[in-house]
């Protein structure tokens, strides 16, 4: 198989897998406005909890399944002291949530395996690279279709209308008898799931994993995946996940090619730096306007207010 399409398919599991983590943080802040700092910390609590599931014997579809519940769990116990916090104290626990347990994991060999990380066996062709790689590449976009599926039913729904509710103005949702901590409960639960099931792709394509695979500039990362796409736009912030990708992936081989001044890594997030600010600077909705509500009741309104759209 030629090495530029392996590099190509390669790159193709990636967006696939941070896309679903994109979409897991815009059900929680594009949507709903809870802003989660700490989202690496979801997506490790998925990733140790896929490898240790495979390492005991447990089935991979069932440890992938079991790795999103876990998360899920994770985002109630931590969304229950943090969620009536405002929206920069919120961010400020989660963010701190996720350095403990990365700290936390280190330090504790006998979890999995401290600094020293552990080793996933591969599920698909053992021993077979390029078949491994494109079965990875199948299962991971069949999930992202299933959660691109699963966020446009939810932001249609009755639950998505309180979702927007919330964000936009929180005494007014209940005044209408809405719950808020309950309903932002659930939401984190959501998230918190599907940047689990992310962790389990990821851990599962990869084959290994250490502390040093969940830093802070992941979450980061996915927050420029949603900031550039636009958030509250399940298909923008796929495209987001997929730009961002890819401009990591360009600066890496440019310094193949070109003599910088300074380290690429450097290059890279001040670059990143640029793009954020210039894009809330100028494009603050990002890339893609926040999509519609598209229910049936929202287009018999629309029909009765212009009859002529039939």
């Known amino acids: 198989m030629d090495p530029i399409l392996i590099y190509a398919v390669n790159a193709l599991v990636y967006i696939g897998i941070f896309a679903i983590v994109a979409l897991s943080l815009n059900a929680e802040y594009g949507y709903t406005g809870l802003a989660n700092f700490g989202k690496v910390a979801f997506f490790m609590v998925g990733a140790y909890s896929y490898a240790l599931l495979v390492q005991a014997g447990v089935p991979w579809p069932l440890a992938m399944a ?7 769990i994770f985002g109630l116990l931590v969304s229950l002291p943090a969620i ?3 929206e920069d104290y919120l961010a400020i626990v989660t963010l701190t949530f996720g350095e403990i347990l990365r700290i936390f994991i280190k330090s504790e060999d006998w979890l999995a395996n401290g600094v020293w990380g552990i080793s996933i066996p591969p599920v698909f062709a053992a021993g077979d690279f390029v078949t491994g790689l494109w079965m990875n590449l199948a299962l991971v976009f069949g999930l992202l279709v299933a959660c ?3 966020m446009s039913l939810l932001a249609n729904s009755p639950f998505g ?4 509710a919330l964000r936009e103005d929180q005494v007014a949702a209940d005044a209408i008898g809405k719950n808020r901590i309950v309903y932002k409960s659930q939401i984190f639960m959501i998230g918190s799931a599907m940047a689990g099931l992310g962790g389990a792709l990821f851990a599962n394509f990869v084959g290994y994993i250490a502390p040093e695979s969940f830093l802070p500039i992941i979450t980061f990362t996915i927050w420029m995946m949603v900031i550039l796409g636009g958030p509250a736009n399940n298909f923008g912030v796929i495209i987001g996940a997929a730009a961002v990708q890819l401009f990591e992936r360009g600066t890496i081989i440019l310094k ?17 730096g640029v793009i954020i600010i210039t894009i809330l600077m100028f494009r603050p909705s990002g890339l893609f306007k926040e999509s519609k509500i598209n229910t049936l009741g929202t287009r018999r309104a629309m029909r009765w207010l212009n009859p002529s759209s039939k």
């Open 66 to 72: 079991l790795a999103a519940l876990i998360s899920s």
């Open 256 to 272: 193949d090619y070109v003599t910088l001044p300074i380290d690429p890594t450097n290059l890279q997030n001040i670059l990143f």
């Open 161 to 164: 209308r309180i979702m927007r």
């Open 84 to 86: 009536r916090l405002r």
């Open 148 to 150: 691109y599926i699963f």
